[in-house]
């Protein structure tokens, strides 16, 4: 059976397939992503979830089959409506800048070194969608780290993407800023695309439309249910712990051959 593409669709990966050093870590991945999906990728290290990013986003090509974005675009023909959130962006934070100017970076396109009246409006929106506005003038240093990430945030939102690239953006904050973080997101999702790596679970019962597991090739499932066949498929044969609530316990079965430590 063909790939079966959404319509219209914000993310199409057709037989795609790529090595670093002849060392392959994406084989044959076709998937379509609807518009206004909040797709959430999981997978393993190492599994190859950064390096989907980042052909979605450009940096890399395909060296077989094709990435499609915006229902035909090349990723690079339309980089200026993909805002991207790395993982373990950091900022030096001896280099005094300031809330607004990180977010006005946002709005700088080739040659352009100066900021219009109107990329100064739309950093200040920006920032009040991430309720940060009150911190415009603050140091990025005075801030504390869920905050920094939703200054990063507002910074990827100023272009106005249609699609929105997050890697891994919780790793180092609370459980309360993750959740205000995954509540914006959603809000945003309601006009653009939502792609988001992460490793815990339980925003993919919260959040996620779908989920793509991500371990050399590409499962797509286009709901947010956990199965323990996708867990399998993702993670191979180790048992996941999934926390809910603070609750760790496992939600796959144990495999022949496993036993209680
Ligand atoms: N620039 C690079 N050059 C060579 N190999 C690379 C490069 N970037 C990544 N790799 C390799 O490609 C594979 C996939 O890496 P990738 O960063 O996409 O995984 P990931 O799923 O995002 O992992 P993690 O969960 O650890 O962030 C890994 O084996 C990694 O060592």
Redesign the pocket.
């Known amino acids: 059976m063909g790939l079966q593409v959404a319509s219209p669709y914000d993310i199409l990966f057709d037989d795609v397939w790529f090595s670093?050093?002849n060392?392959p870590?994406l084989r044959s991945v076709s998937f379509s992503v609807p518009q206004r999906e909040f797709l959430v990728i999981i997978?393993?290290?190492?599994?190859?979830?950064?390096?989907?990013l980042k052909l979605i986003l450009g940096l890399y090509v395909p060296q077989r089959g094709s990435v499609r974005l915006l229902g035909g675009l090349e990723p690079t023909q339309c980089s200026y409506l993909l805002g991207y959130i790395p993982?373990n962006a950091n900022i030096n934070l001896d280099f005094p800048v300031r809330v607004l100017d990180v977010v006005l970076m946002g709005r700088l396109r080739g040659l352009k070194c100066f900021y219009t009246k109107e990329d100064r409006r739309m950093a200040q929106e920006a920032l009040e969608m991430m309720g940060m506005n009150e911190y415009a003038h603050a140091r990025m240093s005075e801030l504390s780290q869920g905050q920094r990430q939703r200054v990063l945030i507002a910074r990827a939102l100023v272009s106005k993407p249609k699609i929105l690239l997050l890697d891994?953006p919780t790793a180092s904050v609370d459980v309360e800023a993750q959740r205000i973080l995954y509540d914006k997101l959603k809000e945003l999702n309601k006009g653009i695309t939502i792609v988001l790596?992460s490793h815990d679970m339980t925003v993919i019962t919260s959040y996620a439309t779908a989920v793509a597991c991500?371990n050399g090739t590409v499962y797509y499932h286009d709901s947010n249910e956990i199965t323990a066949e996708m867990l399998q498929m993702a993670y191979g044969s180790c048992p996941v712990e999934l926390v809910a609530h603070g609750i760790p316990h496992r939600v796959l079965a144990k495999h022949d051959g496993d036993h209680d430590a």
Do not use: A, D, I, R
């Not at 997978?43 to 989907?52: E, S």
């Open positions: 670093y050093n060392s870590v997978g393993p290290n190492g599994g190859g979830k950064t390096t989907l993982q891994e790596v991500v």
